[in-house]
């Protein structure tokens, strides 16, 4: 028997049912607000079912994931000619697997803990449709990542202004598995031009959900003191674009609408 349900839905917990199905509504089209880029959900997905996957996960993919390494460009200062005119492109060290390729050593890794079939399962999609408030396009990316300690993502935006599906916006969304072994691990975002909001991420289950582009890193992970054997994060995501307007609607993932407000009886 796989690890991961064949449904995300079956994943989560009377909570994160009552999300998918657009029954909170603090949450459901959280992510029209154009003031409001981001969603950090805990308590949506069963933490014991969490962490069994996790393990299987960590267990069947660690020895597949491949590194990726952008480190600060060796002439970010000697090259530099003005005063104040520093510029710092995307840097990061992590470790990941593209979920596209059936012939990759990661996706038979992913396919034997039956992740590949949760992450492409109609309710993954329509749990980010509800928190986006959004329909979006029914073939989305798949892909796992993994930080070991000191392992990061600094500053960017993930704008793609050269493509025009994507240039005007669309939906990441992140289910955090982390090993006991991490002490933690943050997102750090932009607001009102200033990187002053902090969301940690070092969570077994937790959902974080994405209307790009904005400004956004993610901290070096900290292992705890003797633990670094086991101080992994591991990230599932997806990334979504909106539908077209006037799209067939087999194309398409809807968002589940939240109920009409009552008004109150005279």
């Not at 981001?38 to 949506?44: D, P, T």
């Not at 530099?80 to 990661?106: F, W």
């Not at 994507?166 to 932009?190: F, K, N, W």
Request: aromatic share 8%.
């Amino acid at each position: 028997m796989k690890a991961f349900p064949k449904e995300f839905a079956d994943w989560l917990t009377p909570r994160g049912r009552r999300i998918l199905d657009g029954k909170e509504r603090d949450v459901v089209g959280a992510l029209l607000d154009p003031a409001r880029p981001f969603v950090s959900l805990q308590g949506v997905i069963d933490p014991r079912r969490a962490a069994a996957c996790r393990d299987a996960l960590d267990a069947a993919m660690r020895e597949t994931m491949v590194p990726m390494e952008d480190p600060i460009p060796a002439d970010s200062i000697s090259g530099q000619t003005m005063n104040y005119m520093e510029l710092l492109p995307k840097t990061v060290r992590v470790s990941t697997a593209l979920l596209e390729s059936r012939r990759s050593r990661s996706w038979r890794a992913a396919e034997s803990v039956g992740l590949t079939d949760m992450l492409r399962s109609d309710t993954f999609a329509g749990f980010a449709a509800a928190v986006t408030g959004r329909a979006l396009r029914r073939k989305w990316g798949i892909q796992a990542l993994c930080y070991g300690p000191g392992d990061y993502s600094g500053p960017h935006n993930d704008h793609h202004p050269e493509e025009p599906e994507a240039r005007d916006g669309y939906v990441d969304m992140h289910v955090s598995l982390t090993l006991p072994g991490v002490d933690h691990q943050y997102l750090i975002y932009a607001q009102d031009g200033h990187f002053t909001q902090m969301a940690p991420v070092s969570t077994v289950g937790g959902i974080t959900v994405y209307r790009l582009p904005f400004w956004h890193y993610t901290t070096p992970l900290l292992a705890r003191k003797g633990k670094e054997e086991t101080s992994r994060r591991w990230v599932l995501l997806g990334t979504f674009l909106d539908a077209a307007p006037g799209a067939r609607p087999a194309t398409t993932i809807l968002p589940a609408q939240p109920p009409a407000k009552r008004l109150p009886a005279r």
